[in-house]
Nanobody, 119 residues
């Protein structure tokens, strides 16, 4: 079972950048598909990006395509989300999550980190 801890959130002006990190412990990190989700006040949680375990295949939701980049280092047991060109609508709590191949949905979650983008 993997434990996840996010860091790197904060306050940034529109157009700025932030890099979120998610450090994992326990489990076999390379076996997990990793994802970044976000939840804004009054909205449902949404998948922002995900990256597969061994091949590193990525997916992005349309609203962040071309601005955000998800990456991972299995040896360091870390996944990152580089966020460029931030917009006020990117303001949310961002969560790191993990999913094993046998799982239908992401089942391991970090505590979340706040990202606030001012206009």
């Amino acid at each position: 079972q993997v434990q996840l801890v996010e860091s790197g959130g904060g306050l940034v002006q529109a157009g700025g950048s932030l890099r979120l990190s998610c450090a994992a412990s326990g489990g076999t990190f390379g076996s997990y598909t990793m994802g970044w989700f976000r939840q804004a006040p009054g909205k449902e949680r949404e998948l922002v990006a995900r990256i597969s375990g061994s091949l590193g295949i990525t997916y992005y939701t349309d609203s962040v395509e071309g601005r955000f980049t998800i990456s991972r280092d299995n040896a360091k047991k870390t996944v990152w989300l580089q966020m460029n060109g931030l917009k006020p609508e990117d303001t949310a709590v961002y969560y790191c999550a993990g999913r094993l191949p046998i799982m239908a949905e992401f089942g391991y979650w970090g505590q979340g980190t706040q990202v606030t983008v001012s206009s």
